[in-house]
């Protein structure tokens, strides 16, 4: 027997208060064609997570239209995107939008010189294509947090993944 699905996740982001985003990191990380290859800007981090573990993670750098988004247990204070005055959010991949995005968390971290970054995130249930720490962080909030996205693309081309870099020694958030 086919379940019926509420009335609510079958409606349109344009029925719902919704944004639409389109990141072609999370295009390339959701697509099931496994001949694809990319490369992206990436950094490392240690996460402190809900439960106090610090966890190192590899966070995907995303100039272009997405939000913030990171795995459920990496994340603190989890509530309503709304309870946090934002939209639910919409995610554009190769095999049409996303399962809505609806609630938010803190993602506590840190740059490669110690310091502390808080920033919102949209909550990711399941791992993506694997990756049990996922995080993709935003234009808006790299451009916030003075990172130094020349320097990652380069090295992720020529080197690897490396600790992330701020163009300022102390960030005033």
């Not at 939209?87 to 939008?97: A, K, R, S």
């Not at 451009?143 to 102390?170: E, F, K």
């Amino acid at each position: 027997m086919k379940r019926k699905l509420p009335e609510e996740v079958k409606a349109t982001p344009e029925q719902l208060k919704a944004v639409l985003c389109f990141s072609s990191v999370y295009y390339n990380v959701t697509d099931t064609n496994e001949t694809r290859t990319f490369s992206t800007a990436q950094s490392s981090t240690t996460v402190l997570a809900a439960n106090g573990q610090s966890i190192d993670v590899n966070i995907h750098l995303d100039t272009c239209g997405s939000r913030n988004l990171a795995s459920e247990h990496l994340l603190h204070n989890i509530k309503r995107a709304e309870d946090y005055g934002h939209d639910q959010i919409y995610m554009v991949t190769v095999n049409g939008n996303s399962p809505s995005y609806n609630r938010m968390g803190e993602l506590h971290f840190s740059d490669e010189d110690k310091n502390p970054i808080i920033t919102l995130c949209y909550v990711q249930n399941q791992p993506i294509k694997g990756i049990e720490n996922f995080v993709l962080i935003s234009n808006n909030t790299l451009v916030a947090i003075q990172t130094d996205l020349n320097y990652h693309s380069s090295m992720c081309a020529h080197v690897g993944i490396v600790p992330l870099r701020s163009l300022v020694s102390q960030l005033s958030l």
